[in-house]
């Protein structure tokens, strides 16, 4: 199986930069995704790794480094809205086909 | 838009009693996935199917089945509720080829 770790909580004031991190140990690697879930709604697609290196997406990045069994979730000009809980997603080819394993989620609390 | 809908937002029923959880989704999606996700757990993989009539145990199958009968629709079955299933649960779809998994509103049950 897998072990996805990520913290469980980030504050963090509106306006700054928060980063949230992600390690993971896993056989069969195929990619790894982020997802935004507000409370009481649906895990939302972010972002998705599978090379090394940085991915950026307007005001979120993602990087991944695959021998360091590590990723992070950079959230720039923190707003309101991205409070919210952010699941790190480890991706990997098994038995033939894909599995997708979640870390257990880290609440970000953005403040004024 | 992909679009992934869930019978309930909310149920309650009684210890004992069998439920039924309906998963619907418009894509024209190969695999289909129930998970359950408690705080600190994380989202937990239940059942999941790759085709019409097929279904594949997840990491805590243990009082549940389930039925795909069209590839439209995914159902997650309770036998026999219990306490201990009261949880979110929350149904995905993805093509057979993508990683990226489109989450449906979730159905909070609780078991009394």
């Known amino acids: 199986g897998q072990n996805i770790d990520q913290p469980t909580e980030m504050t963090a004031t509106e306006g700054a930069i928060v980063q949230i991190n992600c390690t993971y140990q896993?056989?069969?690697?195929?990619?790894l995704f982020w997802y935004q879930q507000h409370a009481g709604e649906a895990p939302t697609f972010l972002s998705y790794n599978v090379l090394d290196g940085l991915e950026e997406k307007g005001r979120f990045s993602s990087f991944l480094s695959r021998s360091k069994g590590y990723s992070y979730l950079l959230l720039k000009e923190l707003q309101m809205k991205d409070s919210a809980s952010y699941l790190c997603a480890v991706r990997a080819f098994l038995s033939n086909d894909y599995k997708l394993s979640f870390g257990a989620g880290t609440t970000v609390t953005v403040r004024a | 838009d992909v679009k992934v809908t869930q019978s309930s937002r909310y149920l309650v029923k009684r210890t004992g009693e069998k439920v039924f959880l309906e998963c619907v989704q418009d894509?024209?999606?190969?695999?289909m996935f129930w998970y359950r996700q408690d705080p600190g757990l994380g989202l937990r993989l239940i059942y999941f199917?790759?085709?019409?009539?097929?279904?594949e145990k997840g990491d805590i199958p243990e009082g549940y089945s389930v039925s795909r009968e069209k590839k439209e629709r995914f159902s997650l079955i309770l036998e026999s509720a219990s306490t201990n299933q009261t949880s979110m649960y929350l149904c995905?779809?993805?093509?057979?080829?993508?990683?990226?998994?489109?989450f449906g509103p979730g159905t909070r049950l609780t078991v009394t």
């Open positions: 995905a779809s993805r093509p057979r080829t993508s990683g990226e998994q489109y």
């Open positions: 894509m024209d999606h190969e695999n």
């Open positions: 896993t056989s069969g690697f195929n990619g």
């Open positions: 199917s790759y085709d019409v009539k097929m279904k």
